[in-house]
DNA sequence: CAATATACTGTATATAATTACAGTAATTAT
DNA sequence: ATAATTACTGTAATTATATACAGTATATTG
């Protein structure tokens, strides 16, 4: 699937206000109307440059007839263990995808992460709860991330960052304080926890 | 709002199962063309009649500008605090509304209950926390159940239920089991809690 | 008993919408 | 260097669609 352009990402990005909005899809003379194009056809070629790069499906004849394929971009990954070495969002560790639901968790998640163990109980986050992460989420001193030491994945409180040291503190007196050299041991803060589900209680 | 008669309802079905389908509504013909009718006018008729009975809204001069009305069908009262007195679904309770998304949490929640207080935190249930409710899942003893006492709402679980003596506990050292005999005292269990969200860590 | 609602057929038309054809111009691959 | 892609204007025709008008028949409500 190759890339858009910018100005062809703006008209998929109306096209799915639109849907999301009013329930159906635009006409030629809609998108044109938004972004001030004189004539339909400057949309009707986009949406036909759009489709050969396979991101929506224009059914011929019927008015408004334009299909988003999203169906991947829908799936918000749940990831079980994570296997040492390879990355967290490799197939191997999806345990299943759950439906985005734009505005259900209003934070932009990228996946979530099945906890493991009971480092984190103080502040809420229990064994078997799921973690929203984001990726784009800025972290910062504070910040509850996901970590990766050395190939091991964990979630713990961000306490400090600087060039050659780095904190992170499970949330739980009975751990004590990771200290972590990154220009010695490695290290990758690979998201921050936005949002969290639990599925039983 | 009125009840949809059965053709009315088959027609309803209709217009979700298409949007469902395809991602956006069914013409008039193609109503027409889907339950037999020989003229579109036949659907355009019923249409008339489900926006009157306001299901739907028609936008004018639009194809295919059928708008489900279903606001209130898929979405989960999201309830702040909960005035003393009246029900807990009653209007003024309801802090916003989300989506229902069958698959993100599987079981069936008819409201969601904004946490107010620490009285839970050692299993992990947070002030501004949102507690799925379900009214219809079956509590038993070791349940997080909804009660009402004496008009007050309160999250606790569920320890001991037998006809003259109800056990709540905190899940929090610091408060005291609540001990209700439901022949003097009010009391309701309006439902269990069966999952958990939190927007913001 | 009359008025209204339900459930259609049948015809017709204005307009909404897709879509083809003919251009222009700048940018990007090959 | 040449072809292809991107990004449009402008026009026009065909088809898709909404929607009004004129009926028929049965059921329901006031």
Redesign the interface.
């Known amino acids: 699937m190759k890339n858009l352009t910018k100005r062809q990402e703006e008209i998929l990005n109306l096209i799915k206000t639109h849907?999301l909005d009013?329930?159906?899809?635009p006409?030629r003379a809609d998108i044109a109307r938004s972004l001030g194009f004189k004539s339909p056809n400057a949309a009707e070629q986009h949406l036909r440059a759009i489709e050969k790069k396979g991101f929506i499906k224009i059914?011929s004849g019927a008015?408004?007839?334009?299909?988003?394929n999203d169906s991947e971009n829908d799936q918000i990954p749940v990831i079980g263990l994570v296997a040492a070495g390879g990355p967290i969002l490799a197939e191997e560790n999806v345990e299943k995808t759950?439906?985005r639901?734009?505005?259900?968790?209003?934070?932009d998640i990228d996946y979530y992460l099945r906890v493991k163990g009971d480092s984190m109980?103080d502040?809420?986050?229990?064994e078997e709860?799921l973690?929203g992460v984001s990726k784009s989420a800025n972290t910062k001193v504070g910040s509850?991330v996901v970590a990766r030491i050395n190939n091991e994945v964990t979630v713990k409180t961000l306490i400090e960052m600087t060039q050659n040291k780095v904190v992170l503190r499970a949330e739980n007196q009975e751990y004590e304080d990771i200290i972590v050299n990154p220009e010695v041991e490695e290290l990758a803060i690979e998201g921050s926890?936005?949002?969290?589900?639990?599925?039983?209680?």
């Open positions: 849907i009013l329930g159906f899809p006409t059914l008015s408004r007839g334009i299909v988003l759950i439906p639901s734009n505005n259900l968790l209003s934070s109980v502040i809420g986050i229990f709860d973690i509850v926890c936005v949002a969290l589900l639990r599925e039983s209680i």
